[in-house]
RNA sequence: GUGGGCGUAGCUCAGCUGGUAGAGCGCCGCGUUGUGGUCGCGGAUGUCGCGGGUUCAAGUCCCGUCGUUCACCCCA
């Protein structure tokens, strides 16, 4: 076989890489477990009409087909996931019986969305999702806690960029826009849509179809756009805001009490790399969230669009006689960490995991050099014996062209006791010492491959 | 799906009006046959994406195709 060439939207990454999205992947898991999430697998694939559910999407589906299938559609109806939501709801319902609610979980796995790859955008990436699911009624408390979790998370993130989680509830925008004359589900559908191009678009742009296509007057169309304008970092000022804008409606009142405990609830959160802001203009395209919604942008890679995005659904699932309401967020893994591997010099400072080579003299000692790793190893020190029995100068080599710190010198496997010690040498300084197997351990930071920020690009 | 850019050594790239495929980095060896990095000397790189055409002659020009990339569209 020739040498293969890469497919556009399904990454691959370098050892020392993987090991940063490892590290991310470790972290996540970890917060989402000190929070009490149960972790959760779905299957790959969803019978299409579970995933078509919620309108036609059919384009960006990959569909599953065996090579000799003969059914009448040509394929399985079977589809891959292409989000995490779909599946659990599906997952709520099937296991309903089995769970205790409200129900916590966490669920990382690969996505699949037959989309044109871009920078961020991929065909198959990975996505962490939370979510709470109530049966019934769920409280709004949660909405502020998966944002605390998630943040709580990304944070522990450090060699990321910092962040701002943008935070808004479809009740505020609702309720304004119906106390502005807006009515019909339609048309405020269409405004939203339109106001969520804020981000993208110059505000004239917008105003033009507001006015334009969308048909509201300069007036309503310039309120619309002073309510998308608030921005507040603390509950005092988002009330105060919104107020000003001088509109009165039960549905706002409601959305903007939750807004406030939301805001309020991540104010401890906030540092020099997070910050959390109530943020108006965001509205998300998907009809079905009907309550909070949140965004996140990351400092410095604004391009990359939202890294990190959910909400509230009063509807997440339901059997017809019972209602799931849910609320959650997900974050981008392969969005945020493939674009910051390819454009900083990102990387785990080795490739392999092992902290010690330990060296090998020659082929008849190899028995003895296991040995001597399976001591260290029982001690949970990462390492490998050398691959050849080459002059000491390769194997350091060797150990150097894989980033590992430390090489092992065994003594000699004397058939009448040890004269001499075994030595261990810290290749980046030079340094060479005697050790003993059963005791020596690497200080900690060496102890597993380190992520660390070379250059900006 | 639409439009533009780009495909040459492991990597980054140069290659003029068509005339014997190159550089840097990396890699391998030796100096130093059980202690690397620096330095010196030496060495190997290849279906110039693929197919066809024009030509005495194509990496170079033309057509097609595949891949890749950026933008648009879309975005759960």
């Known amino acids: 076989m020739s040498k ?3 497919l556009s939207g399904f990454p691959e990454l370098l050892p020392a ?3 940063v999205e490892q590290q991310v992947l470790d972290t996540l898991r970890h917060v989402f477990e000190l929070h009490g999430f149960a972790g959760v697998e779905t299957r790959a694939v969803e019978p299409l ?24 559609d040509g394929h399985a109806g079977l589809g891959l996931h292409f989000d995490l939501t ?7 319902l099937e296991h309903a019986g089995h769970l205790e609610f409200p129900f916590r979980r966490y669920q990382v796995q690969k996505v699949w969305r037959g989309e044109r790859p871009q920078e961020g955008r991929f065909r198959e990436f990975t996505q962490a999702d939370i979510d709470i699911v109530g049966r019934g009624e769920l409280g709004t408390h949660h909405d502020a806690e998966v944002a605390r979790v998630m943040v709580d998370a990304l944070r522990r993130l450090d060699f990321l960029p910092g962040f701002t989680l943008q935070v808004n509830n479809r009740k505020v925008i609702a309720g304004y826009y119906a106390g502005l004359g807006i009515t019909g589900g339609e048309l405020v559908d269409e405004v939203m849509r339109q106001v969520d191009k804020l981000d993208k678009l110059p505000v004239e742009s917008v105003r033009g179809e507001l006015v334009g296509p ?8 310039e309120r619309v756009l002073a309510l998308a304008a608030v921005r507040a970092t603390d509950a005092a000022a988002l009330e105060a805001d919104v107020r000003a804008l001088g509109v009165t409606d039960p549905l706002l009142e409601e959305g903007l009490a939750e807004l406030v405990g939301v805001l309020g609830a ?5 540092d020099d790399r997070v910050s959390v802001v109530a943020d108006l203009s965001v509205a998300r395209g998907l009809d079905y969230y009907t309550g909070t919604v949140f965004e996140t942008r990351l400092r410095g890679w604004e391009s990359l669009g939202s890294i990190c995005s959910g909400g509230r659904y009063d509807a997440l699932a339901t059997d017809g006689r019972t209602t799931y ?4 967020i997900s974050f981008g893994v392969s969005r945020v960490v493939v674009p910051l591997l390819a454009r900083t010099g990102l990387a785990a400072d080795r490739a392999v ?8 003299p020659d082929e008849a000692s190899r028995a003895h050099a296991d040995a001597v790793a399976d001591r260290l190893r029982a001690r949970d020190v990462p390492c490998e014996v050398a691959a050849t029995p080459q002059r000491f100068g390769k194997q350091i080599r060797y150990a150097e062209r894989r980033g590992i710190p430390y090489v092992w010198f065994p003594a000699p496997a004397g058939t009448d006791g040890e004269t001499t010690e075994h030595e261990v040498k810290d290749i980046r300084s030079g340094e060479q010492v005697t050790a003993d197997p059963d005791t020596w351990t690497p200080p900690t930071e060496d102890l597993r491959p380190r992520v660390q920020a070379k250059e900006q690009q």
């Open 353 to 360: 995991p092992s902290a010690v080579l330990v060296a090998l």
């Open 325 to 328: 309401p849910g609320v959650g």
């Open 214 to 221: 969308v048909g509201l007057d300069d007036a309503t169309a």
């Open 17 to 19: 890489q993987r090991a």
């Open 266 to 270: 991540c104010a401890g959160l906030v």
């Open 86 to 92: 779909v599946p659990f709801a599906r997952y709520v």
């Open 4 to 6: 293969p060439t890469p």
């Open 49 to 72: 009409d579970v995933l078509l559910r919620k309108g036609d999407t059919a384009k960006e589906v990959y569909l599953l087909r065996r090579l000799h299938e003969t059914s009448a």
